[in-house]
């Protein structure tokens, strides 16, 4: 299993500004995945960030929008740029894993970091 | 047409009760099934997953996967209120590698 920590836990950010989410793994993992859960919504795909390599996004995010940093096998950040108010939502970091006698890879999940934007 | 559609609810029933959740999807390349509890201001963390078709036990847990009409399951056996939260739906063509699709997620109250 994989233990993630994010920070910061939610934040109230005024339109116009930046965002950056730390997401922190207790063990190397090669993919991590950043997902964005809109009130209402399922969670969606931001972008996969392999470490050493541009991160993948999705059809809808751009890397002017989300840029991502993978700087080792247990951290990534996402930053969230030029806010609006359309921004508000729950991201979400995620990671795979072996569970303990099971033969599916799972994804963890961290916490969460739920934004405002005003 | 979303790949996967959920009821969002909400559900509310009492205690003891027998609770259906159900997912429709609309690509046959899937191949496992997940189902995610997500507490409030909490992750979403895995409760049972079904490669394939099929059922799958896990103590009053129960998921059933019908690849033939593109439909899951999730049945919970004499639910607690400690049940209550967002179930979400999940799937992937493989394991390993790759990102899931989900669906939007159903939340259920669990009245004692």
């Known amino acids: 299993s994989a233990v993630i920590s994010q920070k910061p836990s939610r934040d109230i950010c005024q339109r116009g500004t930046s965002l950056t989410i730390q997401c922190q793994v207790d063990?190397?993992?090669?993919?991590m995945f950043w997902y964005r859960q809109q009130p209402g919504q399922s969670l969606t795909l931001i972008a996969t960030?392999?470490?050493?390599?541009?991160?993948?996004?999705e059809s809808g995010f751009v890397i002017d929008k989300f840029p991502i940093s993978r700087p080792n096998l247990t951290f990534s950040t996402l930053t969230v740029s030029n806010m609006s108010p359309e921004d508000s939502s729950i991201y979400l970091c995620s990671v795979e894993g072996w569970s303990s006698g099971s033969s599916y890879n799972e994804q963890f999940f961290g916490p969460g970091t739920r934004l405002t934007v005003l | 047409q979303k790949e996967v559609e959920q009821d969002p609810g909400p559900l509310s029933v009492p205690e003891g009760a027998i609770v259906s959740l159900n997912c429709t999807y609309s690509n046959s390349a899937f191949q496992y099934f997940m189902w995610y509890r997500q507490y409030s201001r909490k992750g979403p963390e895995l409760l049972m997953y079904t490669y394939s078709s099929g059922n799958k036990e896990d103590g009053r847990f129960t998921a059933q996967v019908d690849k033939s009409s593109k439909y899951i399951s999730l049945f919970i056996r004499d639910s607690q209120p400690s049940d209550s939260a967002t179930y979400l739906c999940a799937m992937s063509r493989r394991s390993g590698n790759t990102p899931l699709v989900f669906g939007k997620g159903t939340r259920l109250s669990v009245i004692a």
């Open positions: 063990s190397q993992v090669t993919m």
């Open positions: 960030a392999n470490q050493g390599s541009e991160a993948t996004y």
